[in-house]
């Protein structure tokens, strides 16, 4: 048996983490409330979390059918991301890392269009160029990331520079995991985002784990929140599993982004319930109380409770959405199998405003090869992450 020291825990040691939400979900905490949710958005966030673990649900069975190449879950971590999304306006721009693909569709992205990218289809607007789990949708303000751990970040401080410059009131949304803490990315966009004022919110979700480095081992700081302070940028600390808190607080950094106040940093602290992809294995560097301790404290769980206690969900209307959002995955699902890959030719499209010679010739005479020789063999097998 492990001991209860080695098990990590919602409350880590003399850190004050702000929370809205009892933990058993049954009403607020007591006591002053910043902004919160109104009805329809508490709706929004709910159902925009239910869809996200229904998704890597489906998306996850699809990969280990072969059907699908890579995914990399968000199960456990959808307070956090679909709390702070939501603290985001319709101009703002999102700069996801792995696991926040889930927020393009809440901010508007098409079902489909996440399932064509899953697939790496024709309909893909990457292309097939990118791995999966590596949305993008200019029309919601979401652009790529790259596999590059932090790179996303000094990116998100150059866009809401731009729009600072420019006279616009828009934020910018920085996600990044705990392990991007640790990256160089991470150093210089909050470094330069504090001297400028840019303003941009930091959103780091502390799943517990960098792949297999816990939480513990990647600072030594007191906590995640605590390093905004040696760049003169704020940093607080919330409940990840608390929808309510991540939007308090998350809105709270927004309306002072907006107001000309700089960046802020919110850490929120939470738990990956899967492994770190659909290529992990996280019982050979997991504690199994561990996951058993965060499995009791499932954000979607405890959301539900509080809005039945208010009166804003019972089974029947829970069972009623779980089918609508099935069905238009299932929906999607089977369109986007139906289409072939990506063509050839747009190997060599939106690098060039127009492909120079050599890229043309090389795709003539890749075209040439195909139509004597036929399609390459498949490759079959595990991405290696």
């Known amino acids: 048996m492990a001991s ?40 929004t966030i709910y159902r925009a979390m239910l869809t996200t673990r229904l998704l890597d649900d489906r998306m996850l069975k699809l990969q280990r059918q072969g059907r699908v190449a890579f995914v990399g879950t968000a199960s456990g971590l959808e307070a956090a991301i679909h709390g702070s999304a939501a603290a985001f306006d319709e101009e703002d721009w999102v700069f996801s890392a792995l696991r926040e693909g889930g927020a393009a569709v809440q901010r508007g ?10 697939f790496g289809n024709d309909d893909d607007t990457a292309k097939g160029r990118q791995m999966p789990n590596h949305f993008q949708c200019p029309e919601v303000h979401f652009p790529s990331w790259s596999s590059v751990i932090g790179t996303q970040l000094p990116h998100a401080v150059g866009a809401a520079l731009a729009m600072k410059q420019r006279g616009e009131k828009r934020v910018v949304c920085a996600y990044s995991g705990d392990g991007a803490t640790s990256s160089n990315g991470f150093h210089a966009a909050l470094n330069f985002a504090g001297v400028m004022k840019a303003p941009v919110v930091f959103v780091v ?9 816990p939480s513990a081992k990647q600072t030594a700081a007191r906590s995640y929140g605590s390093k905004g302070k040696a760049y003169g940028v704020a940093g607080f600390d919330v409940d990840g599993n608390d929808p309510l808190a ?9 309306d002072r982004a907006r107001a000309g106040e700089g960046p802020s940093l919110i850490a929120l602290r939470s738990y990956r319930l899967g492994g770190h992809s659909s290529s992990d294995d996280p019982s050979r560097y997991r504690n199994p109380e561990e996951f058993e301790y965060w499995s009791k404290r499932d954000p979607l769980l405890r959301f539900e409770r509080y809005l039945e206690a208010e009166g804003l969900l019972d089974e029947a209307k829970r069972e009623k959405w779980v089918l609508e959002i099935q069905t238009q995955i299932a929906a999607a699902v089977e369109k986007a199998e139906a289409v072939g890959p990506p063509k050839l030719e747009t190997l060599v499209e939106d690098v060039y405003e127009q492909p120079p010679r050599y890229l043309t010739r090389q795709v003539v005479e890749a075209l040439r090869i195909v139509a004597e020789k036929g399609e390459a063999d498949g490759v079959a097998g595990k991405f290696p992450l």
């Open 109 to 118: 992205m098409a079902l489909y269009d996440y399932v064509a990218h899953m």
């Open 246 to 254: 991540c939007y308090q607080e998350v809105r709270k950094a927004v």
């Open 205 to 213: 979700i502390d799943n517990g784990w960098a792949i297999s480095v």
């Open 4 to 43: 209860a020291s080695s098990i990590r825990l919602a409350d880590p040691g003399g850190i004050q983490l702000c929370r809205v939400l009892r933990e058993d979900g049954s009403g607020l905490l007591k006591g002053k409330h910043g902004p919160l949710p109104d009805r329809e958005q508490l709706e």
